[in-house]
């Protein structure tokens, strides 16, 4: 018989493992976007970014924005987790074992750009408090005023497209790479893999998907982080961001930022799949599902 908790269940491990991990890796994060944001002409080096850090004086420098990270996080890992085992269930007709990995990245993609879309708007929020100079903004609350007064309520949705874009192959890679990991893992073990394993595996599976999707990432970064505070906007849309970069940097310039993403990504990704598989344990669902 069927769990009627089971999406509860899904949604709070998914939620608590979001959280956790992007707040331990939040300093590599800012780093990241401080990259990302960064043309030919003025380019950042991984020293110069953390030198930049550093010189803001305190250690909130080094997490902020981390606080709408976790608001966005928590409930967007929580939606995705959930609404892919929702899919998967409507797929496979709760025969889990018929489930093809083609199919596990159709329902992983479309659980990810479902959960993106509806989270959204705090995605560019956490963007601008990353990317911003100290004492740009008071806030959380202090950002989303600054941008319904200067920019508007679209300014919101800016950078959605390529966002989808990358997020669709993205979590379908991520989630069909680390449940066939997790099979194998869970075969080896005879259903009782080690931590270090899973960590492994998530690991794995979300640098895979990242390196695929990465250009898109930074394209997303750039047309969020432009037109603060009403401020003339340097890119018209995605493929302007697209053809600019590589204009200025070359093909290589798509994938700046890429080390300390990856720096980041990897034991976030870990850590998140470890904190779900082992919430899912003390929550009682089954962690072959």
Same mark, same amino acid.
């Given at each position: 018989?069927?769990?009627?908790?089971?999406?509860?269940?899904?949604?709070?491990? %998914? %939620?608590?493992? %979001?959280? @956790?991990?992007?707040?331990?890796?939040? &300093?590599?994060?800012?780093?990241?976007?401080?990259?990302? @944001?960064?043309? #030919?002409?003025?380019?950042?080096? +991984? *020293? %110069?970014?953390?030198?930049?850090?550093?010189?803001?004086?305190?250690?909130?420098?080094?997490?902020?924005?981390?606080?709408?990270?976790?608001?966005?996080?928590?409930?967007?890992?929580?939606?995705?987790?959930?609404?892919?085992?929702?899919?998967?269930?409507?797929? /496979?007709?709760?025969?889990?074992?018929?489930?093809?990995?083609?199919?596990?990245? !159709?329902?992983?993609?479309?659980?990810?750009?479902?959960?993106?879309?509806?989270?959204?708007?705090?995605?560019?929020?956490?963007? *601008?408090? /990353?990317?911003?100079?100290?004492?740009?903004?008071?806030?959380? /609350?202090?950002? @989303?005023?600054?941008?319904?007064?200067?920019?508007?309520?679209?300014?919101?949705?800016?950078?959605?497209?390529?966002?989808?874009?990358?997020?669709?192959?993205?979590?379908?890679?991520?989630? =069909? !790479?680390?449940?066939?990991?997790?099979?194998?893992?869970?075969?080896?073990?005879?259903?009782?893999?080690?931590?270090?394993?899973?960590?492994? =595996?998530?690991?794995? $599976?979300?640098?895979? !998907?990242?390196? /695929?999707?990465? &250009?898109?990432?930074?394209?997303?970064?750039?047309?969020?982080?432009? #037109?603060?505070?009403?401020?003339?906007?340097?890119?018209?849309?995605?493929?302007?961001?697209?053809?600019?970069?590589?204009?200025?940097?070359?093909?290589?310039?798509?994938?700046?930022?890429?080390? &300390?993403?990856?720096?980041? +990504?990897? &034991?976030?990704?870990?850590? $998140?799949?470890?904190?779900?598989?082992?919430?899912?344990?003390?929550?009682?669902?089954?962690?072959?599902?």
């Amino acid at each position: 018989m069927a769990d009627p908790t089971r999406p509860f269940k899904i949604m709070a491990a %998914g %939620g608590i493992a %979001g959280a @956790i991990s992007r707040t331990c890796t939040a &300093p590599v994060d800012r780093l990241k976007m401080l990259l990302q @944001i960064q043309d #030919g002409a003025t380019a950042l080096t +991984l *020293r %110069g970014g953390m030198q930049k850090m550093a010189a803001e004086g305190t250690i909130k420098a080094y997490f902020r924005g981390n606080g709408v990270n976790v608001v966005k996080i928590a409930p967007e890992t929580a939606l995705r987790l959930t609404l892919n085992d929702r899919i998967k269930a409507v797929v /496979a007709k709760n025969h889990m074992e018929r489930i093809t990995p083609w199919e596990r990245m !159709a329902c992983g993609g479309l659980a990810g750009a479902s959960a993106q879309a509806i989270i959204y708007p705090m995605e560019l929020v956490r963007t *601008r408090l /990353a990317v911003s100079s100290q004492g740009q903004y008071k806030g959380m /609350a202090d950002c @989303i005023r600054n941008v319904l007064k200067y920019e508007g309520f679209r300014a919101f949705y800016r950078g959605l497209t390529p966002s989808l874009l990358g997020i669709i192959p993205f979590a379908g890679v991520d989630i =069909a !790479a680390f449940e066939i990991f997790k099979e194998k893992l869970l075969s080896r073990y005879h259903g009782d893999p080690p931590p270090l394993a899973i960590l492994g =595996a998530g690991m794995m $599976s979300s640098s895979i !998907a990242q390196f /695929a999707s990465y &250009p898109l990432a930074l394209v997303r970064t750039r047309l969020q982080a432009q #037109g603060a505070n009403g401020a003339k906007l340097r890119y018209t849309g995605m493929t302007d961001v697209l053809r600019k970069t590589v204009q200025a940097d070359g093909f290589k310039g798509l994938y700046r930022g890429v080390l &300390p993403n990856m720096m980041k +990504l990897a &034991p976030a990704a870990g850590i $998140s799949w470890f904190m779900f598989e082992e919430v899912k344990r003390f929550l009682g669902v089954d962690i072959r599902s």
